[in-house]
């Protein structure tokens, strides 16, 4: 009888051990965990934007698709009231197309497209020294939903109310695009 009663105990160790493991495994992290520069070098904690839909957008000034700024400041006026909002990351990965200073990005973006929307320090997308939000809007083992590398300039990442990827548009794709109103709008 003393085995079974030892197996039975190693048995209830091995349990509590292993349910211990996965229910004390970290949660998935969404984009409320995460903080960044502005352009102004200003903090920014994206915990303030519990409660609203976010898209997540990699800019560039001298870039082909550096018109989309005028279609993202027109969604954004259209939708910022209505728990919507769009935040830029300048960056410098692809093509040098964003050579300029924060203060070079910020003049351009606003006498050329008034921009009003958020815009967040120069950053890196891709590569070795890829921002932490970056790291999680591309790794599925971080995001939870896809591995989706950032491809060039202007590739939109859709995050809802509670800081969960959803999806994304490639950068060819406009802001306008049907697929991002219809998730604006709850379609």
């Known amino acids: 009888m003393k085995p079974n009663y030892l197996m ?17 495994s970290p949660a998935q992290k969404t984009l ?23 898209l997540i957008v990699n800019t560039a000034s001298k870039c082909s698709f550096t ?13 910022t009231n209505k728990n919507f909002i769009i935040i830029g990351f300048p960056s410098n990965d692809f093509g040098k197309q964003e050579p300029g200073t924060a203060k070079e990005i910020r003049e351009f ?24 939000i970056y790291q999680w809007l591309t790794n599925k083992q971080e995001n939870g939903k896809e591995d ?9 990442f859709m995050i809802n109310e509670e800081g969960h990827w959803i999806d994304f548009l490639p950068p060819g794709k406009n802001p306008d695009s049907p697929k991002l109103i219809q998730w604006i709008e709850g379609q």
């Open 109 to 132: 973006c606003t006498v050329n497209f008034g921009i009003t929307f958020p815009l967040m320090e120069k950053v890196h997308v891709k590569g070795k020294e890829i921002h932490p």
């Open 67 to 79: 018109p989309q700024y005028k279609e993202l400041e027109k969604l954004y006026t259209t939708y």
């Open 148 to 156: 989706v590398p950032v491809i060039w300039n202007f590739q939109k």
């Open 8 to 24: 039975m105990k190693r048995l209830g160790f091995i349990i509590v051990i292993l349910l211990t493991s996965i229910f004390s």
């Open 32 to 54: 409320h965990d995460f903080k960044a520069t502005t352009l102004e070098g200003e903090p920014f904690d994206f915990a303030q934007l519990k409660g609203k839909k976010v």
